[in-house]
């Protein structure tokens, strides 16, 4: 068995085409039409609210230890996600301000960290997209081991290398590339039917269609409206 790190090929980047097209597309739409069993947990936003899409690029990190964070910064591309599983581990950071501003200079899309980060004001005035399980002020071991782009586990969703992923307000979502036209396609047809919702809404009626599917479904009617 060998006893050497694994260090696969770099993944392929999402076409342009359909990195621009989820720039559009809020992740409960994606979430939705994922059966709403897929995505991110836990993770929370560090940065300015900068939308994050781009095409993973994971790290294994031994927890506390940041040594394949290094490696990886050398070998992303412009439009790379650095995914870090982390273990979920907060007692030191995986990455801080001095891997922010190299990451940026190498045309990184983002980080998604199942971990903690630290500098923790570098990033909240910055439009890098940094979504991370906590912070801490301990800076990381360099000793390994690790692993790049292989499957990794963040948030309690398996994210492989390649996956696009799309993050905003509302939390993150990962899927294939293979996915992505078709779900794309589901998430605008989601839209087009909560605006329809919207202007139900917006007329006062107290019976509504959208309402009304959901109560007949299950059994149940509506209620009377109050005197």
């Known amino acids: 068995m060998s006893l050497h790190p694994h260090v696969s090929t770099v993944p392929t980047l999402a076409d342009p085409a359909l990195i621009e097209a989820l720039q559009s597309i809020v992740t409960p739409h994606l ?51 650095l995914v870090l599983e982390g273990g979920g581990h907060l007692d030191n950071a995986l990455i801080g301000e001095l891997i922010k501003l190299y990451a940026q200079q ?3 899309a983002g980080f998604v960290v ?12 910055d439009s890098m997209p940094c979504y991370a399980r906590g912070a801490v002020h301990r800076g990381p071991y360099k000793h390994g081991p690790g692993a790049l782009n292989v499957p990794v586990s963040v948030g309690g969703q398996v994210v492989n290398p390649g996956d696009i992923v799309v993050g905003d307000a509302d939390g993150l979502v990962t899927f294939s590339q293979t996915e992505a036209e078709p779900l794309i396609a589901a998430a605008r047809a989601s839209a087009r039917k909560e605006v329809g919702i919207m202007e139900e809404i917006a007329t006062g009626a107290h019976h509504q269609r959208w309402l009304d599917a959901v109560l007949s479904a299950q059994g149940l009617d509506y209620g009377r409206e109050s005197a």
């Open 106 to 108: 190498r045309g990184c």
């Open 114 to 125: 199942d971990g903690a980060i630290r500098d923790v004001e570098a990033f909240a005035s």
């Open 31 to 81: 979430s939705d039409n994922l059966d709403r069993l897929s995505g991110i947990r836990g993770l929370t936003p560090h940065h300015d609210g900068t939308k994050l899409v781009g095409t993973a690029f994971t790290v294994r990190c031994r927890p506390g230890d940041n040594l394949y964070v290094y490696q990886a910064l050398t070998l992303i591309r412009h439009g790379h996600v």
